[in-house]
């Protein structure tokens, strides 16, 4: 049986960085492309590619810059925040809503009833 998630949280830095770098080679294995046509295509040095591949630390913008030239981005769509409401709040919420419908209010002559 295949793992499918990982305890981030008990990891180390240096064992996040290394499962990055395999995240980062496999990526670019899976496009059949060289670290040298990732670096040119980043805007980088292959040696940057090589680094993280290897476990070693590299700054944001590389991982970026490397993350888009493998059209990988998504991997931050886990980084959305949603505003979650208080209890307080979802109660003071439910209080304002409305409760029933009005019927339109014209005093147009024409629209009144002759009762």
Do not use: C, Y
């Not at 980062?24 to 805007?43: D, F, H, V």
């Not at 292959?46 to 990988?72: K, M, P, V, Y």
């Amino acid at each position: 049986m295949v793992k499918t998630n990982k305890n981030w949280v008990a990891m180390t830095d240096d064992a996040i960085i290394m499962e990055l770098g395999i995240f980062i080679k496999k990526s670019r294995i899976a496009k059949n492309k060289t670290q040298a046509e990732i670096a040119t295509n980043a805007g980088i040095n292959r040696w940057t590619i090589s680094q993280i591949e290897n476990g070693e630390a590299i700054n944001l913008n590389s991982l970026i810059q490397i993350l888009r030239a493998l059209d990988a981005l998504h991997v931050f769509n886990t980084f959305t925040f949603q505003e979650q409401l208080s209890p307080l709040e979802a109660v003071k919420l439910k209080k304002k809503e409305r409760k029933r419908a009005r019927g339109s209010s014209t005093n147009n002559s024409a629209t009144q009833s002759d009762w």
